[in-house]
């Protein structure tokens, strides 16, 4: 890892923990004023979770729930923002001055600052090229090859090919490798053994019409 990489995780980790004490914060609020507690502090306390949330598993890398959901939320927090300061225009060309600023008013400015960087981590949180969503496609993928051989030791797919013609492969399980078997109409045979079943179907897909779905366990 670069320095700079190393440098930018770290101002992300700082952030974290500095983000997580509001929420924090606020259970202290609920546990301390109960059954007296109002139920805007409640859901704001549950925004602020699950925002938390979001950010652990941007900066860490890891998929949670659906990555529809971040982008959704991610959009919802920039309208707001911008709702915000539809706001803070309006009355600064009313007022033609900053005193109209109370003291909650502020507080809410600093505060959407503060949520800024949130609002970043959760929009790249929801891009389909996030690394985590990336990394959890990948381990998916990985378990459905392991799980071809579960209760076969070869497995065969095929299809038929506008320029090849019928197209049939097998894989065979065999000691610490595995066997592909290709077949075409147009007389071509090709056998290639891979130390490992996602190189092989990495190889079937790239150069073949064949993907690893398609493969079933032979009989």
Same mark, same amino acid.
């Given at each position: 890892?670069?320095?700079?990489?190393?440098?930018?995780?770290?101002?992300?980790?700082?952030?974290?923990? #500095?983000?997580? $004490?509001?929420?924090?914060?606020?259970?202290?609020?609920?546990?301390?004023?109960?059954?007296?507690?109002?139920?805007?502090?409640?859901?704001?306390?549950?925004?602020?979770?699950?925002?938390?949330?979001?950010?652990?598993?941007?900066?860490?890398?890891?998929?949670?729930?659906?990555?529809?959901?971040?982008?959704?939320?991610?959009?919802?927090?920039?309208?707001?923002?911008?709702?915000?300061?539809?706001?803070?225009?309006?009355?600064?060309?009313?007022?033609?001055?900053l $005193?109209?600023?109370?003291?909650?008013?502020? $507080?809410?400015?600093?505060?959407?600052?503060?949520?800024?960087? $949130?609002?970043?981590?959760l929009?790249?949180?929801?891009?389909?090229?996030?690394?985590?969503?990336?990394?959890?496609?990948?381990?998916?993928?990985?378990?459905?090859?392991?799980?071809?051989?579960?209760?076969?030791?070869?497995?065969?797919?095929?299809?038929?090919?506008?320029?090849?013609?019928?197209?049939? #492969?097998?894989?065979?399980?065999?000691?610490k490798?595995?066997?592909?078997?290709?077949?075409?109409?147009?007389?071509?045979?090709? #056998?290639?053994?891979?130390n490992?079943?996602?190189?092989?179907l990495n190889?079937?897909?790239?150069n073949y019409?064949?993907?690893?779905?398609?493969?079933?366990?032979?009989?």
């Amino acid at each position: 890892m670069c320095k700079k990489e190393s440098m930018r995780n770290i101002i992300w980790n700082i952030y974290l923990f #500095v983000f997580a $004490l509001l929420p924090m914060s606020g259970v202290y609020v609920i546990v301390t004023r109960m059954p007296s507690i109002d139920v805007g502090v409640i859901i704001g306390e549950i925004f602020l979770m699950t925002y938390l949330i979001g950010l652990f598993g941007c900066i860490y890398k890891k998929a949670i729930g659906s990555r529809i959901f971040w982008r959704a939320l991610s959009l919802f927090l920039i309208l707001m923002l911008f709702i915000l300061l539809a706001i803070l225009l309006f009355m600064f060309l009313k007022y033609q001055s900053l $005193l109209f600023l109370s003291i909650d008013m502020i $507080l809410n400015v600093a505060l959407t600052i503060m949520m800024l960087p $949130l609002i970043y981590a959760l929009w790249s949180y929801g891009k389909p090229n996030n690394p985590a969503w990336l990394l959890f496609k990948n381990s998916e993928v990985e378990k459905h090859n392991n799980a071809l051989f579960s209760s076969s030791k070869s497995v065969v797919a095929s299809l038929i090919s506008e320029t090849q013609g019928k197209i049939s #492969v097998s894989i065979l399980k065999q000691v610490k490798k595995y066997k592909v078997i290709i077949k075409t109409e147009i007389n071509e045979f090709e #056998v290639i053994e891979f130390n490992d079943i996602n190189a092989a179907l990495n190889h079937i897909e790239t150069n073949y019409p064949i993907m690893a779905r398609d493969f079933k366990p032979s009989t």
